[in-house]
């Protein structure tokens, strides 16, 4: 009984975190959009930070940015993207757009001396990626902070994850990220080709970052990539579920299923293909280690394999759990097998992990945002950061996987020629 009341104690206060005393040169932020990620993303994690006040917006609807901010308790509506970027009160902007707009509008804030925390994917494809993230405006003395929003790994049960292995020793890497059919439908911004849509830019962006930070280096070579089409009627450039398996240089390989209109996988196949998908929710990935031998006592051979699954790896700040599953085996006249399942779960720093801040209810958003603002006050070494070049890489593997599976790149926008 404890448990389950620590357990929605601490749900309760993910949204509804305690308000804390704001500081008198705290960050100003603006939000680009009334997007429905921003709330978690930022508005509520904001709540909690002493030196953060999320203090404009402004949506191409204004009466809908009239309605998110008072529903929010925004003080400022500017009229346009561009008033809220030449706020001079302004310090930072959270860009939520969709994704064919990310590079337009993060160089616009990044020229007008604005920080900017930036949805994932950071951009449509490569090409941006570079343009953006080598920018000059970004090597300049008092450069502003660009951080791609990769939330998930600013997370302490990620980063104690990558503590459990050692990049050479990873063999098979398996992401399944399964949303059920009806979540969003087909007309929604992600299946939408000319903002740069697709799942591979939605659910697939995760797996592509996760076996990247796996194995720590990026894939030697694409072994496969196909993808399910939209149904007829909608837009055929765009991936409704996608499915790749990467080969990487130490001879491991990953493979990624990502599907945003999961259906089937019941009993009586025949009657039940097509109902969404609920007994796959939580996206989940398991890491398989090459197996460690050695000898033993007469005439023994002892075998060590371990496999670790990390259920909700994604969103843990709700539920996470982590199985190392360890199976020895030892071999000579006769074989006999032994396994041991050991279960982790971990929602703040450790004592001795440097001093970094952290509580169990706080959020990926809410430990992203520690960090990002730690970057802004130029406390650049304190914890976790994906550099610009991390950002890049991370492009560049989409790209190769829509180009193996047949699908054109996402399109470039007009503003990378123009450079505005």
Known sequence: MFALFHYLKRLYKIFKPPVAPKSTDALRF????????????????????????VAAVA???????????????????HKTYDDLIADPTIDCIYNP???GLHYEWTLKALKAGKHVLLEKPSVSNATEAKSLFRHPILSEPDAPVLLEAFHYRFHPAWQFFLTLFKPEDVEEVDVQNHLMAGVFPHHDIRFNYSLAG???MDFGTYAVNSVRQIFGSEPSTIKSATYRPMPDGHDKQIDQAIYATYEFPNGGTAKIECDLQSRGGYWFPWLTKNWPRLNAFLPTLSVKLRPTEESVVNGLRKSTRKMIVFHNYMGPMFYHRMDIITTTEFSGESVKS???????????????????????????????????????????????WVDGEDSIRQMEMIDQTYLKSGLPLRPTSKAVDGDM
């Open 30 to 53: 603006g939000i680009l959009g009334a997007a429905n990620i921003a709330p978690m993303a930022l508005i509520i994690p904001a709540r909690s930070h002493p030196d953060v006040i």
């Open 198 to 200: 697709g799942t591979l």
């Open 338 to 384: 032994e396994k041991k399942i050991q279960y982790e779960k971990v929602y703040k720093w450790s004592k001795s992990n440097g001093g970094k801040k952290g509580e169990e209810w706080w959020a990926t958003y809410r430990y992203q945002l520690e960090e990002f603002v730690n970057w802004v006050r130029g406390r650049k070494d304190h914890g976790v």
């Open 59 to 77: 949506a191409r609807d204004s009466t809908k940015a009239e309605a998110f901010a008072k529903k929010y308790g925004i003080p400022v509506v």
């Open 97 to 99: 757009l969709p994704n």
